[in-house]
């Protein structure tokens, strides 16, 4: 029996002219001649969220998905944005050996109102059509059919989206608590948190506010207690506002209190730029972006600070370059950002990060990660020697001049070349770890 292989509107983005030409001969009833085995194999590489990995595989059972992308026909890369509305995964197709010379990409939309059912769908009958033209050339050709969705269905879809009662606008809002007792300790946690954004090509505009407050009770061995608080509130605004394919223009407005940082009220507002070498429609596999901000900043505190001061206003400003490259044999991330006071440049912090995942050999990976900072911009810390509890607890900021964070991790797979089968039975259940775990 034919395979019914998607239900298509026709979004195909840069078929090479090998694609077209097969298509053409799908629908004139004629197949292609073999030029790989009886089955397709599959590299589907995608991170955690992007991609359902277990109902494609279950979904596309003539598919054989191999461990590492050097033993297959087809690399899938799929990445995922955030939109104004929902998501957009973009699907990238690399093809191996004798389909070498056939990339190219599509993309699937959702919105915030989608369920995650709804969505993998998506994903998946994009899927489907972008392999079409890499199973014309195996035995399954005989067994692809290809059916185009009805015009006036998506018609009316078009006319939905530009009748939208919301004119782009998606809100989002979260309440939470958190309850922990033990003999000796207790601790309790609550927040909340609201927000909208429109997104259109030329704007972006979003706001947000929330509020996290967090109650620790130690009972010690004398009979006292130790109580920590921590409450941390925020309210802020962004608009950008897109210049061209290569630059954006932005201002934003944050209004805040955090007892860690020894903040009882903080005002800041701020103007940026900023350039991508590349043009931002290519954001989703590789972005490298030069920026510049300034801004003032009004600062009230719980406690007199190292400079003996219980209140200021200060301007600073501040570069950035940010690379991102997301490709089959992995993906790099590296950013630098510095911020100085206007004032006083001995007041500064430079951050620098970065991420590295690069596939080595065939079932070989190695992944890096690391951030590190130069601090001396601690203005906020208060004029008394922290506690013996604020250290242990880590409930305030402490004086330092670095902050190092680094990792490393070696992964090799091996054993068979084919990971097709699902079989999840008891794979959340946890019941093989220790009960204290």
């Known amino acids: 029996m034919p395979i019914n292989y998607v239900d298509v509107a026709c979004s195909a983005r840069r078929f090479g002219a090998y694609q077209k030409f097969s298509m053409l001969l799908l629908f004139a009833g004629l197949t292609l001649p073999s030029a790989l085995h009886a089955n397709l194999s599959v590299f589907l590489d995608c991170k955690r969220g992007s991609c ?41 197709f690399y093809g191996a050996g004798e389909l070498a010379k056939s990339d190219y990409q599509l993309k699937s939309s959702s919105l915030n109102t989608d369920t995650q059912d709804q969505i993998r769908r998506r994903v998946l009958a994009k899927l489907k059509l972008g392999l079409t033209p890499y199973l014309l050339q195996t035995d399954l050709a005989d067994s692809v059919s290809v059916t185009f969705n ?3 269905a998506t018609s009316e879809s078009r006319t939905r989206v530009a009748s939208d009662p ?16 033990e003999d000796s300790r207790e601790e309790e946690e609550h927040w909340g948190n609201f927000s909208g954004s429109r997104i259109t090509d030329d704007w972006r505009f979003g706001f947000g506010m929330g509020q996290r ?20 509130q925020y309210i802020g605004s962004q608009l950008i506002k897109s210049v061209s394919p290569h630059w954006s223009l932005g201002a934003g407005f ?8 020894n903040i009882e009220r903080g005002n800041r507002l701020a103007l940026a730029t900023e350039y991508n070498v590349f043009p931002y429609s290519l954001s989703a596999e590789k972005s490298l972006t030069f920026g510049y901000y300034v801004g003032i900043n009004q ?45 006083d440049p001995s007041i500064y912090r430079v951050t620098l990060d970065a991420y590295l995942r690069y596939r080595i050999a065939r079932g070989l990976s190695v992944r890096l990660w690391g951030e590190s900072a130069l601090v001396k911009d601690q203005i906020y810390l208060a004029n008394s020697s922290a506690s013996t509890s604020d250290i242990l607890l880590g409930s305030s900021a402490l004086d330092t001049d670095t902050k190092t ?24 259940s946890g019941f093989s770890r220790f009960p204290f775990d």
């Open 166 to 181: 919301w004119n782009g606008w998606v809100f989002r809002s979260e309440v939470g608590a958190k309850i922990e007792n």
């Open 213 to 232: 407050q967090k109650t620790r009770t130690f009972q010690l061995e004398d009979g006292s207690s130790l109580v920590d608080e921590t409450k941390n």
């Open 299 to 343: 600062f009230q505190y719980d406690q007199l600070t190292v400079l003996g001061l219980d209140e200021e206003t200060r301007g600073n400003h501040g570069a950035f370059a940010d690379f991102d490259f997301d490709q089959p044999w992995g993906n790099l991330s590296v950013g630098i950002y510095s911020a100085v006071m206007l004032d």
């Open 254 to 261: 944050t209004s805040g209190q955090s007892t860690f940082n």
């Open 52 to 92: 359902d990995r277990d109902f494609i595989k279950r979904e596309l059972p003539f598919i054989d998905f191999v461990r590492d992308r050097k033993d297959s026909d087809v690399h899938i890369l799929i990445t995922r944005q955030r939109t104004a509305g929902g998501r957009q995964h973009e699907l990238i």
């Open 405 to 428: 964070k680094l990792g490393l991790s070696l992964e090799y797979t091996f054993g068979s070349a084919y990971n097709s089968i699902v079989n999840n039975r008891l794979q959340d």
């Open 150 to 152: 009805d015009i006036e």
